[in-house]
């Protein structure tokens, strides 16, 4: 369900002091199960790592 989804990501994001390439691999993953499509989920996660600044392989600090 969407609440189940919504959970789940913010669970995935609190307490993370930084992000990085695990937490959007982790997140990946819990888009694909939520049945969302791959082809969506990449775009999604990439959008974000590029928006994060992940594209070059630096992790950054959680927003509060």
Do not use: K
């Not at 789940?8 to 939520?34: H, K, M, P, T, Y």
């Amino acid at each position: 369900t969407r609440v189940g989804l919504v959970e789940n990501v913010r669970s995935l994001f609190q307490g993370r002091l930084r992000v990085d390439e695990e937490v959007f691999e982790e997140l990946e993953a819990l888009l694909i199960e939520a049945d969302i499509g791959v082809d969506t989920v990449l775009v999604i996660v990439n959008d974000m790592r590029s928006s994060w600044g992940l594209t070059n392989g630096r992790d950054f600090p959680v927003p509060n």
